[in-house]
């Protein structure tokens, strides 16, 4: 309990608007922290911060008070049990993620701009394009490279990526609440070395199906 009591006092000058003025820079990190998170671990983000909300003492900015009504909270915590589980098994993560292509990045947007709630209509618009577009690149890299690991027969590196992605979401979380302006640093190293990665992919993957076309024209 007083590991709890110590993360939440942690968390809560990050979160906690009630008695502080807007910092339009805070609120920005935020969108870009949650953006990110999203496309790592969605359901783990939403219902951390349902929890600290709900339980915590913690007001959330702008409209992400939602996170924190029984029915969102009781239903990420099973999507997030059930993401945990099927993460680790080999080729139901690359369904999963194909899947979830269509769930994480829009609800990367949708919390951005839920961050700017309290803002004007072009700050929330401005939010959810950072906050998809961080999702969307996230997603893309995990999805890719988990997809690349599944093309080796033993199932060991799979469950220990997965395991590392849990740390990297808690990690940064846990970064953006305490230190956002180290958070930031760090994410752009990240999203450079996603982009890397992402092209280095594709690249890949067509110089895998090159030769089969050039069969099927023959």
Same mark, same amino acid.
Do not use: C
């Given at each position: 309990m007083d590991e709890l009591s110590t993360l939440l006092t942690?968390?809560?000058?990050?979160? +906690?608007?009630?008695?502080? &003025?807007?910092?339009?820079?805070?609120?920005?990190?935020?969108?870009? %922290?949650?953006?990110?998170?999203?496309?790592?671990?969605?359901?783990?983000?939403?219902?951390?911060?349902?929890?600290?909300?709900?339980?915590?003492?913690?007001?959330? &900015?702008?409209?992400? +008070?939602?996170?924190?009504? &029984? $029915?969102?909270? %009781?239903?990420?915590?099973?999507?997030?049990?059930?993401?945990?589980?099927? +993460?680790?098994?080999?080729?139901?993560?690359?369904?999963? +993620?194909?899947?979830?292509?269509?769930?994480?990045?829009?609800?990367?947007?949708? =919390?951005?701009?839920?961050?700017?709630?309290?803002?004007?209509?072009?700050?929330?618009? =401005?939010?959810?394009?950072?906050?998809?577009?961080l999702a969307a690149g996230t997603h893309l890299a995990k999805? %890719?490279?988990?997809?690349?690991?599944?093309?080796?027969?033993? &199932?060991?590196?799979?469950?220990?990526?997965?395991? %590392?992605?849990?740390?990297?979401?808690?990690?940064?979380?846990?970064?953006?609440?305490?230190?956002?302006?180290?958070?930031?640093?760090? $994410?752009?190293?990240?999203?450079?070395?996603?982009?890397?990665?992402?092209?280095?992919?594709?690249?890949?993957?067509?110089?895998l199906l090159r030769p089969r076309s050039g069969q099927v024209?023959?």
């Amino acid at each position: 309990m007083d590991e709890l009591s110590t993360l939440l006092t942690n968390v809560q000058p990050m979160l +906690d608007w009630r008695d502080l &003025p807007v910092d339009m820079a805070s609120l920005a990190a935020l969108a870009a %922290g949650l953006g990110w998170a999203s496309g790592l671990r969605l359901y783990a983000l939403v219902f951390v911060l349902g929890a600290v909300g709900r339980f915590g003492g913690v007001q959330l &900015p702008g409209e992400l +008070d939602v996170l924190t009504h &029984p $029915l969102v909270l %009781g239903l990420s915590g099973l999507m997030l049990l059930a993401e945990f589980f099927a +993460d680790k098994l080999p080729w139901l993560d690359s369904v999963w +993620d194909a899947v979830h292509t269509f769930i994480r990045i829009p609800a990367g947007a949708a =919390l951005a701009a839920a961050v700017m709630g309290d803002q004007s209509g072009s700050a929330q618009m =401005l939010a959810a394009l950072l906050g998809g577009s961080l999702a969307a690149g996230t997603h893309l890299a995990k999805a %890719g490279a988990r997809a690349a690991i599944n093309t080796s027969p033993e &199932p060991v590196s799979n469950v220990v990526t997965s395991f %590392g992605e849990d740390a990297l979401f808690a990690g940064g979380v846990w970064t953006l609440f305490n230190y956002p302006l180290v958070f930031l640093a760090a $994410l752009v190293v990240f999203m450079v070395l996603a982009l890397w990665l992402i092209v280095s992919l594709w690249r890949f993957v067509r110089r895998l199906l090159r030769p089969r076309s050039g069969q099927v024209a023959a």
